[in-house]
């Protein structure tokens, strides 16, 4: 039974350029959510999907983006980045409404 | 505004003896907790988790209580053991899965 997945590893990228960020959730679960964890820090939530709709937001700004695909699987854009988007992104599926999230091992992005 | 806390940044525990972690929150629409474990390069691991109608719950080793008119929360490893040292990260819940976290206690277990 195959965990939640993430790719890519890692990504190194500079200011402005656009990264996007692949997650495939634990099998048997529909809903994802995206976490970045800053050095020193916990996960802040980004933002979850559900039926293929962003169905929450935490507070970041609109050049984070998602899309969840019909296979549950999901994709986290961010655009402009900035230097302080260097952090751990982590994707967490979970079903339905159950309150259980599963983390993926995370992609750490550095931007330079 | 940090909602969920846990002020201390280390513990460090013998082998066999008990670990305790604690954790704060502020929210009180908070209504299910959670406790994660963090190893470096990976993502957190699902420990055991709370819902506020309990006070207790156990798993194994691992047993979580929570005092919701302080709000407070507590791990509980008995007995503790080397491969227990990791991050430690508190989390909690009102809505559907968006999960608030504490800033971890990095637990290292010695011989």
């Known amino acids: 039974d195959a965990g939640v997945t993430q790719s890519p590893t890692h990504l190194i990228k500079t200011r402005g350029q656009q990264v996007t960020l692949r997650c495939s959730p634990k099998?048997?679960?529909?809903?994802v959510s995206w976490y970045q964890q800053a050095l020193g820090q916990g996960p802040q939530f980004i933002f979850q999907y559900y039926e293929e709709e962003e169905r929450q937001r935490g507070n970041f700004p609109d050049r984070f983006s998602g899309h969840q695909f019909p296979n549950y699987s999901s994709e986290l854009n961010v655009n402009a980045l900035l230097l302080g988007d260097s952090a751990l992104y982590l994707c967490a599926s979970s079903s339905g409404l159950k309150e259980t999230q599963y983390f993926g091992p995370g992609t750490r992005l550095l931007v330079l | 505004d940090q909602q969920v806390k846990q002020n201390s940044p280390s513990l460090s525990v013998q082998e066999g003896r008990i670990s305790i972690l604690n954790c704060d929150y502020t929210n009180s629409m908070f209504d299910y907790f959670l406790w994660y474990k963090k190893y470096p390069a990976e993502g957190p691991t699902f420990l055991i988790s709370?819902?506020?109608?309990?006070d207790k719950n156990e798993d194994g080793r691992f047993t979580v209580f929570l005092n919701k008119s302080a709000k407070h929360l507590s791990l509980h490893i008995v007995p503790s053991q080397p491969g227990d040292s990791a991050v430690y990260f508190c989390a909690a819940s009102y809505t559907a899965s968006k999960l608030t976290f504490g800033t971890g206690t990095r637990l290292q277990v010695t011989l």
């Open positions: 099998s048997g679960h529909d809903t």
């Open positions: 709370i819902s506020s109608i309990k």
